[in-house]
Nanobody, 124 residues
Framework: QVQLVESGGGLVQAGASLRLSCVASGRTFSSYTMGWFRQAPGKGREFVAAISWSGRRTAHANSVKGRFTISRENAKNTVYLQMDNLKPEDAAVYYC?????????????????WGQGTQVTVSS
């Protein structure tokens, strides 16, 4: 069992930066693929980024490429999402997810564990 706790969300102006963190419990964190998803009001949950257990492989949604970066520190059981040049359309609840496999899934149904989410609000 893995428990995930996100933090770092908040209210910022367009063009600002935020760094989200997700701390995982459990001794097997370093073997999990980790992902970030987001859900805006009235919309479905969408893929944002994923990272392999080693950190060597990453994937980012086209809508955030060049602005968001996923990374991880296995020694701290933590995965990060650095978000730069935020836009109003990035506003959403951001969720951290974990999967024991090695594939960088973009489909939320492939992830076994989820955090409670952290709110990101971007004003124009």
């Amino acid at each position: 069992q893995v428990q995930l706790v996100e933090s770092g969300g908040g209210l910022v102006q367009a063009g600002a930066s935020l760094r989200l963190s997700c701390v995982a419990s459990g001794r097997t964190f370093s073997s999990y693929t980790m992902g970030w998803f987001r859900q805006a009001p009235g919309k479905g949950r969408e893929f944002v980024a994923a990272i392999s257990w080693s950190g060597r492989r990453t994937a980012h949604a086209n809508s955030v490429k060049g602005r968001f970066t996923i990374s991880r520190e296995n020694a701290k059981n933590t995965v990060y999402l650095q978000m730069d040049n935020l836009k109003p359309e990035d506003a959403a609840v951001y969720y951290c997810a974990a999967d024991p496999g090695s594939v960088l899934f973009t489909d939320q149904s492939s992830y076994a564990y989820w955090g409670q989410g952290t709110q990101v609000t971007v004003s124009s």
